[in-house]
């Protein structure tokens, strides 16, 4: 599945705010490999969050800088203005909101955008979402919010759920790189992580993300790749 290795880890941010300038420098740093789903319709754009008590920016990464920020990673889609799709009642509209996104970034970037992750907070997809994207839309792969705590393979590319959520679930995080770094491959194990690279300013844990980098970066057992990269061949 990973080449000629057993084991991979890829990551996937969420909303293209200038914060993952920082983080795609730490990938790059350690040879990691990100996808960051991207909301075509928001880029640009000012903003901030109040998150724990902490106000932390949320300003999206400009049109005509994105292609360079973004150099060496996978861009997917995210809708063009982040609703969550299961409040959204009409069919034409969920699938306007993914198709255009997907269109307008494949035109910035230069290559069809097959990805996808669902917006919103949590539940941000359900049976009809999911049903819709699968039938009416070019998505190959849609990422969910719920967390699995595991590595095992994905059974539905269009209901991706990822190991660990990078912020909420930190520690979790941490504690499953150890085991997945000493596990003895059987079968392929996949290491999904995801987040918001803002999220790492509300408790300043961009030390902390770094020395996991450092911890998981360099196994000659391990596959770094984005998010299509490790999921070619399951979708």
């Known amino acids: ?58 300003v999206k990464i400009p049109r005509d800088e994105a292609p360079q920020v973004y150099r060496g990673h996978e861009v997917a889609a995210h809708t063009v203005t982040h609703p969550n799709l299961t409040e959204v009642s009409d069919e034409a509209e969920i699938v306007r909101q993914i198709e255009e996104d997907r269109a307008a ?22 049976d009809r979402v999911a049903g819709i994207v699968r039938a ?7 990422r969910t919010t719920a967390s699995t ?9 269009i ?35 995801w987040g918001h690279a803002y999220e790492l300013d509300i408790r300043d844990e961009w030390e902390r993300l770094e020395r996991f980098l450092d911890r998981a970066a360099g196994h000659d057992d391990v596959f770094y790749g984005t998010n299509s990269q490790c999921l070619s061949g399951r979708v």
């Open 136 to 142: 009416k839309t070019g998505v190959s792969f849609a």
């Open 1 to 58: 599945m990973f080449g000629t290795k057993k084991k991979a880890i890829t990551f996937s941010y969420d909303d293209g705010v200038t914060q993952d300038v920082r983080l795609i420098a730490l990938f790059d740093k350690y040879g990691m490999k990100g996808t960051f789903n991207l909301n075509s319709g928001l880029m640009g754009l000012p903003g901030e969050l109040v998150r724990e008590g902490a106000t932390v920016s949320h």
């Open 105 to 126: 970034l494949s035109d910035i970037f230069g290559y069809e955008v097959r990805g996808f992750a669902y917006p919103g907070g949590r539940p941000n997809f359900d």
């Open 159 to 193: 209901v991706l759920k990822p190991t660990v959520h990078q912020h909420s679930q930190f520690s979790e995080m941490e504690r499953l790189l150890d085991e997945f770094l000493s596990a003895e491959a059987e079968e392929p194990m996949l290491f999904y992580i």
């Open 149 to 157: 705590l595991a590595f095992g393979l994905p059974r539905d590319p």
